[in-house]
């Protein structure tokens, strides 16, 4: 599902890549990623979390970023200096068919994404199959009381069925084939966490 313009303008805020580099500060004391590995990040937006992923798990390496919105894509072209932009690879796709085959990406970097597929479900399970076995997928997600209250249900826009909260998330998530690791949550507000590939 694609963002409309309150969204956007909450995704492309000037606070969001330092929230995003606070996260990724949290995961990278609780994971270790090897050396060269393999990224994928769906959902990259303008891409300020892919080039903060590049920065501090693989420096030396690509980053695939992907984005179903295609007007998304075009803003990592002028978000990110060319500079910054090496090393990153941005392509439109659909989180529920990665074009990737199985067991390819050693880690799956997501902000904010599954809640915003109507099919979550099935975007979980083409996380997991392209993963590789003991590969990580990294995740931050909100519940539905943070955006389908009387208020922000008006202004945002996301699926109205098939909503997830917390025990449904970790439970499909294990069904999946994940394992979970270390998570902050707010069973009201939404998760950080990473989950194993087993």
Same mark, same amino acid.
């Given at each position: 599902?694609?963002?409309?313009?309150?969204?956007?303008?909450?995704?492309?805020?000037?606070?969001?890549?330092?929230?995003?580099?606070?996260?990724?500060?949290?995961?990278?004391?609780?994971?270790?990623?090897?050396?060269? +590995?393999?990224? =994928?990040? #769906? /959902?990259?937006? $303008?891409? @300020? !979390?892919? *080039? &903060?992923?590049?920065? %501090?798990?693989?420096?030396?390496?690509?980053?695939? +970023?992907?984005? =179903?919105? #295609? /007007?998304?894509? $075009?803003? @990592? !072209?002028? *978000? &990110?200096?060319?500079? %910054?932009?090496?090393?990153?690879?941005?392509?439109? +796709?659909?989180?529920?068919?990665?074009?990737?085959?199985?067991? @390819?990406?050693?880690?799956?970097?997501?902000?904010?994404?599954?809640?915003?597929?109507?099919?979550?479900?099935?975007?979980?399970?083409?996380?997991?199959?392209?993963?590789?076995?003991?590969?990580?997928?990294?995740?931050?997600?909100?519940?539905?009381?943070?955006?389908?209250?009387?208020?922000?249900?008006?202004?945002?826009?996301?699926?109205?069925?098939?909503?997830?909260?917390?025990?449904?998330?970790?439970?499909?998530?294990?069904?999946?084939?994940?394992?979970?690791?270390?998570?902050?949550?707010?069973?009201?507000?939404?998760?950080?966490?990473?989950?194993?590939?087993?």
């Amino acid at each position: 599902m694609k963002l409309n313009w309150a969204e956007r303008l909450a995704v492309n805020n000037p606070l969001r890549p330092l929230q995003q580099r606070l996260e990724i500060n949290w995961y990278r004391r609780h994971v270790d990623l090897p050396k060269g +590995a393999r990224i =994928l990040e #769906i /959902g990259c937006g $303008r891409g @300020a !979390g892919s *080039y &903060l992923i590049k920065r %501090a798990f693989n420096p030396a390496g690509c980053i695939h +970023a992907m984005d =179903l919105d #295609i /007007g998304m894509i $075009r803003k @990592a !072209g002028t *978000y &990110l200096s060319p500079e %910054a932009r090496e090393g990153l690879s941005f392509f439109v +796709a659909d989180a529920c068919r990665l074009p990737y085959r199985d067991r @390819a990406m050693d880690a799956v970097f997501g902000f904010g994404v599954l809640h915003h597929i109507p099919d979550w479900q099935g975007a979980l399970k083409e996380i997991v199959r392209v993963l590789e076995d003991g590969g990580i997928y990294f995740f931050e997600e909100l519940y539905p009381a943070l955006y389908q209250n009387c208020i922000t249900r008006h202004i945002l826009l996301h699926p109205r069925e098939n909503r997830f909260r917390a025990e449904a998330l970790k439970r499909a998530v294990a069904e999946a084939g994940l394992v979970m690791g270390t998570y902050l949550e707010n069973p009201y507000l939404g998760i950080l966490g990473y989950a194993e590939k087993k």
